[in-house]
């Protein structure tokens, strides 16, 4: 019989939230009456607003005329791509060192493989769980070992240094995923901290994948927004950025991968080139219709939309926050971020989430998954319809 991929044999059960799901479901068949509320998955609920809507239907109505048919589209449209570099970086990209994709987390997925199973991975603790299990995936991390995978350096990021990683652990000529505004505890680095982090990378060769999935939610306009706002970022750093929490795309799918023409790999080869060559052979193109949305999203209407929405969820933010603090549980994010990271000292993570879950019904996600420092910490997530979000922060109080 043909042998089983180590990497697969090496990963816990379960991705972090199918396992949820799993949890609920088992909850819901035992409770049926129950009227259960999810402030777990980081998925939106708000329908698309109307210029960005009128974008998608557009492009969906031209593929249905001779003059408007669109096939293939490779790295992107071209149009989109110069859009994007106008609007998130200033104009300093060309079109060639933009590369459309179908959401963040697919190229996440795609992006170990211009490095292998021989690169050493170091990542934020607490951070995005698909940073490890592709790594684990592509047997560049060994098995779980009870409270992380064997071969991942895990760099923590809590109160204790601010949220911000002691630089010395940078893996030498390795990669470190940086997710800013982080999830999920919501910390965003300062142009300071971008700078050392940069700084340190670039005297160790260390490759950063930097992940800006929650950077239209960033207020404080001295906050960095991209890791290219640090000029020499452009020789040590990748970044990957979505529609998915902007623009309500989670569902459209429609995100973006920057690679510089000057970053390079030891042997002085472009990285640029092989990911064109690994996007070209295994990825086909994003939708030409999500293309359309992402297109009308970044005209000013769509701005101001994107602006409306976030703001929508940061107002959710603001009252899942007052409701925990209110019940003295501490708590930090949810200023410049979709999420709220609550403690629980001395408990399980696990054992929390199923507490809230029996005694409010609500869903949360449990902090150890993203991580050994999420061990007592629960992610809130401000998704929801509002209703069902002041819903679910007067059943809080049943935690008290
Ligand atoms: N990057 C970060 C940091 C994320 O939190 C998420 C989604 C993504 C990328 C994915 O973006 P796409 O462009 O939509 O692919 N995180 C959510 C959803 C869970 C998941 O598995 O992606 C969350 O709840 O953390």
Known sequence: MISRNPGIAHLKAGYLFPEIAKRRAAFAKEHPEAKIISLGVGNTTEPILPHINRGLMEAARRLGT??????????????????????????????????????????????????GARTEVAVQDPSYPVYVDGSVLIGAAGPWSGTGYQGIRYLPCTAANGYFPDLSLLPEKGLFYFCSPNNPTGATATREQLGALVSAARQKGTLIVFDAAYSEYIRNSALPKSIFEIPEARTCAIEVNSFSKSAGFTGVRLGWTVVPQELTYGGGEKVNADWGRVCGTIFNGASNIAQGGGLAALEPEGLKEMRELTDFYLGNAKLIRSALQGLGISCVGGDESPYIWAHFPGRDSWEVFSEILERCQVVTTPGSGFGPAGQSFIRFSAFGHRPAVEEACERLSHLS
């Not at 106008?86 to 211009?114: M, N, W």
């Open 66 to 115: 001779v003059e408007g048919y669109s096939g293939y589209s490779d790295e992107g449209l071209e149009s989109l791509r110069e859009r994007i570099s106008q609007v998130f970086y200033h104009g300093q990209f060309t079109p060639s060192e933009i590369f459309i994709s179908d959401g963040a987390k697919c190229d996440i997925g795609r992006l170990q493989l211009l490095f």
